[in-house]
T-cell receptor
């Protein structure tokens, strides 16, 4: 079956702009979580959605937001981009919450100039 | 920070040798998962071990978990050049799929 699909794969934006990233989970998976990976901070949790509801949120400013649609697809939005937002953004999907494997997409590489 | 730490940070071995990397974490967990990441790409799920399990095998992978010491180890036997990657452990102390990742071990397998 198809894996987790993230679009776009690469993105270049200018400071102050906003960006929307998309994640399509594995069919049947209802939980989607987002992570930011940078060389300095490593992999950091952004937020998690389950059945269109945000269940958990990491320690990121309000410029980072997300949502999940009824088909479990998820988007994350970053407004007023800063240079420090340059990172690999990874999305993970799981069948349900609890003890279950999480499968990651290939990520979206965001560069803010 | 609630992130775990992997040890060593970097490991270089010859093809055919075994590679062992360790992960320590700070809070109680539901389960622990290991992932592999090839340069700048997505994370590939390797193995999940539940908090009530002590050891698990999958192909050339062997994972142990010691919840009393809050640590886990990943052993890759008979390493191959294709195993060259960064390896991360991830824990989920909450009920949701919110993972805390370790700092990663960069493994280089020399042909």
């Amino acid at each position: 079956k198809a894996g987790v699909t993230q679009t776009p794969r690469y993105l270049i934006k200018t400071r102050g702009q906003q960006v929307t990233l998309s994640c399509s989970p594995i069919s049947g998976h209802r939980s989607v979580s987002w992570y930011q990976q940078t060389p300095g901070q490593g992999l950091q949790f952004l937020f998690e959605y389950f059945s269109e509801t945000q269940r958990n949120k990491g320690n990121f400013p309000g410029r980072f937001s997300g949502r999940q649609f009824s088909n479990s697809r998820s988007e994350m939005n970053v407004s007023t981009l800063e240079l420090g937002d340059s990172a690999l953004y990874l999305c993970a999907s799981s069948r349900m919450t609890g003890v279950t494997e999480a499968f990651f997409g290939q990520g979206t590489r965001l560069t803010v100039v | 920070s609630q992130q775990g730490e992997e040890d060593p940070q970097a490991l270089s071995i010859q093809e055919g040798e075994n590679a062992t990397m360790n992960c320590s974490y700070k809070t109680s967990i539901n389960n622990l998962q290991w992932y592999r990441q090839n340069s700048g790409r997505g994370l590939v799920h390797l193995i999940l071990i539940r908090s009530n399990e002590r050891e698990k095998h999958s192909g050339r992978l062997r994972v142990t978990l010691d919840t009393s010491k809050k640590s886990s180890s990943l052993l890759i036997t008979a390493s191959r050049a294709a195993d060259t990657a960064s390896y991360f452990c991830a824990t989920d102390p909450n009920t949701g799929n919110q993972f805390y990742f370790g700092t990663g071990t960069s493994l280089t397998v020399i042909p």
